[in-house]
């Protein structure tokens, strides 16, 4: 993410909360939705019982019922969204394009530019605020007022399909889904560099800069620092100088993208963050410079766009899945390439 404001937003804590209890010893038996709720706080026992649902609450390893009654020595992991920062939302007007929207969940196919969360510097224009106006009249089963609830985030200026949930039922369960590395999400991005081989994954920890705590890098398997990060990578298209790869994640690390292709020498094409706005790749004539910055004007942002993106629907199980369309911006940047490449494929064996 870039050094806007809204990467204080994307790199503060993650959307989930990790929560790992071991009952004492003179503990008496105990409802474990009572339990947990005199241990965790800024939740309810609603939520915990959506939790327990999901079975994103762990017993010594098996999922449990909010009613179990926990007793001495009981391993307890659990899983929930982070409660909402305390931001007023205010909603807005603003032109959504909606792919899908059930009584659960909303899918979206969110334009570069737009911030996904009020955060400091950016209270307006996000997609939470969007939603929130388009929300207005819709109730949850409960009778409570509609609210949007993240299960992911999108960077601002990364465009593409992205899922919003409607009530807290639905939010555990797609919450668990992005747990356990069941939503399938692939990713097209154009990189700097040709690659030698098809197709090929990253395995790097990925973390916070421990000199700039607004950018991510990679660590070391043996590092204290960082998660493990997966990424599955193939070329779609090569351009010579760039190519277009699609990208799977197997994990969903803040900006895993960028800083795992950085990590290789294929920064994304124009990222101001992790270097791929210089020209990495080509020629030193001046016409070769300036079609690359005609190139980074056509699309003035990192090449990465949220293609597709499945998982189940919450209520029904039903398998969804959905394929966002390259915006324009995207588009005329590799028009561009291939015309360069046709061009210079010509010169040398025409």
Known sequence: MIMEED????????????????VDNGQELMRMDKYLLNLIQNTSRN???YAAKADCILVNGNPEKSS????????????????????????EDI????????????????????????????YTGTLVNALTFHFQ???????????PLLVHRIDKNTSG????????????????EFFDHTIERKYWALVWGDFDKEEGSIIAKVGRNLK???????????????????????????FGYVTLIECQLETGRTHQIRIHMKSTGHPLFNDDVYGGDQILKGTTFTKYKQF??????????????AKQLGLKNPTTGEALFFDSELPLDFQEALKKWRQYSKRKGDALFG
Request: net charge negative; aromatic share 6%.
């Open 47 to 49: 939520k915990i019982q």
């Open 212 to 238: 700039d705590r607004l950018i991510m890098t990679t660590f070391p398997d043996d590092s204290e620092y960082g998660k493990p990060a997966i990424t599955h990578w193939k070329v779609l298209e090569r």
């Open 161 to 176: 399909v992205m899922v919003v949930t409607k009530n807290e039922e639905a939010q555990m369960k797609v919450a668990r």
């Open 137 to 147: 009249g819709q109730s949850t089963k409960t009778g409570e007022p509609v609210r």
């Open 68 to 91: 179990y009654r926990v007793k001495p020595g009981d391993q307890i992991t659990i899983l929930m969204p982070n409660p909402p920062r305390d931001i007023e939302i205010i909603a």
């Open 292 to 305: 690359v910055k005609n190139c980074f004007d056509l699309i003035p942002r990192q090449a990465l766009h």
């Open 95 to 122: 032109p959504l394009d909606v792919m899908y929207e059930d009584e659960d969940l909303i899918v979206i196919n969110k334009r570069a530019g737009m911030v996904v969360h009020p955060a400091f510097g950016n």
């Open 7 to 22: 990467n204080k937003d994307e790199l503060k804590d993650e959307l989930y909360e990790h929560h790992k209890f071991t």
